[in-house]
């Protein structure tokens, strides 16, 4: 089975450009989920969807930052413009609600880094 | 103070040897617990999810001390394999799915 996909693997930018990165979730997962990872920060939630409809945002740190999900497979970030501490792996994950709580499956990652 | 907190190591041990990390969480109402495992340039994984009562899968051990707010996670006869980096994750809001990642500690196994 795919699991998570993102795209792209590898992103080099120029400060100022505008950024997108993509992903589509596990066939049948009604959670989708964007983090960034950071060696200073660590791992942390940007925004989470559910069902489509984002439902908790707060982890965005700013303006220049925007998700959407226009459909159940496909979701996109985007950063415009960016900036050097822009720079982390940026991850998708994706889960479902089953009896026995529930397991948030991971992409490989997205890595950008903007000059 | 950090709402998951954990001894960000590295801790180096040899293979055979057991080893124990301890994560401290802030929200005592918080309501689900796991550890996961990432591997050097890869995605995170859900390695086990933390019960109340403790519990157990295979070499790892997982328990949840409520009143001290912490968790711990427990390998015995480290292998070599077993060299990665673990993530102490806490859900503070029963029926959301926002999970707060520690930082993380990092262990390596040598032969």
């Known amino acids: 089975d795919a699991g998570v996909i993102q795209s792209p693997r590898h992103e080099v930018t120029e400060m100022g450009q505008e950024v997108t990165l993509r992903c589509k979730p596990i066939s049948g997962h009604d959670y989708l989920f964007w983090y960034r990872q950071t060696m200073m920060r660590g791992l942390e939630l940007l925004i989470y969807f559910n069902n489509n409809v984002p439902i908790d945002d707060s982890g965005m740190p700013e303006d220049r930052f925007s998700a959407k999900m226009p459909n159940a497979s496909f979701s996109t970030l985007k950063i415009q413009p960016s900036e050097p501490r822009d720079s982390a792996v940026y991850f998708c994950a994706s889960s479902f609600r089953t009896s026995g709580g529930y397991e948030q499956y991971f992409g490989p990652g997205t890595r950008l880094t903007v000059t | 103070r950090k709402e998951v907190e954990q001894d960000p190591g590295p801790f180096n041990v040899p293979e055979g040897a057991t080893v124990a990390f301890n994560c401290t969480y802030s929200?005592?109402?918080?309501?689900?617990f796991f550890w996961y495992r990432q591997d050097c340039r890869k995605e995170p994984k859900l390695l086990m999810s933390v019960y109340s009562s403790g519990n157990e899968d295979g070499r790892f051990t997982a328990q949840l001390n409520r009143a001290s707010q912490y968790i711990s996670l427990l390998i015995r006869d480290s292998k070599l394999s077993d060299s990665a980096t673990y993530l102490c994750v806490v859900n503070f809001i029963q029926g959301a799915q926002k999970l707060v990642f520690g930082q993380g500690t990092r262990l390596t196994i040598n032969p």
């Open positions: 929200n005592s109402a918080s309501q689900s």
